[in-house]
Structure formats: structure tokens, C-alpha cells
């Protein structure tokens, strides 16, 4: 079946460090979402990419969805430690409306 | 907002118990989900529901069964629960786009289940 990876699995960085994570799937995607999971908490929507090549921005975040549609990028400028929790990329899966979900990277930031 | 609520934030059950778990949505979204979540394996989909009564499964069905009487609630179920069913479950429900594209998913607190 589809397979959604993210690498990488962790990552521990100082507070104004940038960060990245990547997400690839096995299959071409019609769009991708990404979710945060601060600790103790419930996955909440970030944003949705559906264009080949698109790149959208939130505040320090930008969001890339790759020329094939096949991967996408997260990346964070300026990590600060309000940035802390697992971020999961998701695809459509096969069959209708569902959504198959990367394994997540957990970043942790220090002050 | 949405809210997704689900019954509990804790359980605690012996192997070989029934145990359900509930989920209501207050926003009329046609599609209902339950997933698991290990760590290091992400967030697994057990079951789905996108209507009243339908239900279709999802990557690990096995040892689960699920209930959408109403649309706004749908029922995870273990029918014998084992210690391998100790984890972390999600309840997400989305508005059907009826398109390629997938609306986002809003979730619930999630249950800690630990099967003694």
C-alpha cells in the first residue's frame, strides 16, 4: 500500500536554529497537508499544498510541495520553543477521502 | 469551531474486555476516522465512516469494529481487547469535498488506552 516517510525521525535544536522536514511518499499525491502535535495534544491542521512546486508561507514557516509530487518540505526559521511538537505530512490514501499520514518528525527546541 | 469530543482521555482495561470508545462531532462533517498512534509507527488509520451507517476499513482493522448510527458519532470497538491494542486513539471527523482534494482533519483529545 502507500507509504508516507518523514525524516527525520527527531531532531533537537537550539531556539533561533532553523529546521526541516522532509516527507516522501511512494506515489504521486493530488495534495498534501501538514499537522502539528504539540506535546500532550491532538494533530491540528497547518496548511495544504495541492500545486506541483507550490510554496506557501506561514509567518517562519514555508511549506514546499515538490515539481513531481512526490515529496514535500517543512522548514522553520528561527526555531523558537513555542515551535516544540511532531509535525506529520499527510497524503491521500487509496479509496475515498482518506488520509495516510508520514511517521512524523518530533522537534525538540532549547533556549 | 469543530469540536470533536471523545468520551474519555484515560481507560484502563483487562485483556479479553469489551471496550468502546466514543466520538462526536458538532459540525455536521460527513466523514468520521479513527486512528492509533505509536510512537515511531505515526498515525495509523483503523477505520472510516463517510456516511450514516457506511463504514469502509482502513490500514489495521484487525481486532476492531466500529459503529455510525448517527452522524455525529462514531463508535471505535475492541471486541476482546489485548495488550497489543495499548495505545494512544484518535478520533478525526472532515467535511466530504467530494473532489481530489481531502478537507483537513479536525481531532478529538484522543484516548490513552492500556490493556492490563
Known amino acids: 500500500g502507500q507509504q508516507v516517510m518523514q525524516i527525520p525521525q527527531y531532531q533537537h535544536v537550539q531556539e533561533g536554529e532553523d529546521f526541516t522536514t522532509y516527507c516522501n511518499s511512494s506515489t504521486t499525491l493530488s495534495n498534501i497537508q501538514w499537522y502539528k502535535q504539540r506535546p500532550g495534544g491532538h494533530p491540528v491542521f497547518l496548511i495544504q499544498l495541492v500545486k506541483s512546486g507550490e510554496v506557501k508561507k506561514q509567518k517562519r514557516l514555508t511549506f514546499q510541495f515538490g515539481e513531481a509530487k512526490k515529496n514535500s518540505s517543512l522548514h522553520i526559521t528561527a526555531t523558537q520553543t513555542t515551535d516544540v511538537g511532531t509535525y506529520f505530512c499527510?497524503?491521500?490514501?487509496?479509496?475515498?477521502?482518506?488520509?495516510?499520514f508520514g511517521t512524523g518528525t518530533r522537534l525538540l527546541v532549547s533556549p | 469551531d469543530v469540536k470533536v469530543t471523545q468520551s474519555s482521555r484515560y481507560l484502563v482495561k483487562r485483556t479479553g474486555e469489551k471496550v468502546f470508545l466514543e466520538c462526536v462531532q458538532d459540525?455536521?462533517?460527513?466523514?468520521m476516522f479513527w486512528y492509533r498512534q505509536d510512537p515511531g509507527l505515526g498515525l495509523r488509520l483503523i477505520y472510516f465512516s463517510y456516511d450514516v451507517k457506511m463504514k469502509e476499513k482502513g490500514d489495521i482493522p484487525e481486532g476492531y469494529s466500529v459503529s455510525r448510527e448517527k452522524k455525529e458519532r462514531f463508535s471505535l470497538i475492541l471486541e476482546s481487547a489485548s495488550t497489543n491494542q495499548t495505545s494512544m486513539y484518535l478520533c478525526?471527523?472532515?467535511?466530504?469535498?467530494?473532489?481530489?482534494?481531502?478537507?483537513?482533519?479536525?481531532f478529538g483529545n484522543g484516548t490513552r488506552l492500556t490493556v492490563t
Open positions: 478525526a471527523s472532515s467535511l466530504n469535498l467530494n473532489s481530489l482534494y481531502n478537507s483537513p482533519l479536525h
Open positions: 499527510a497524503g491521500p490514501g487509496t479509496g475515498f477521502q482518506k488520509l495516510v
Open positions: 459540525m455536521d462533517h460527513e466523514n
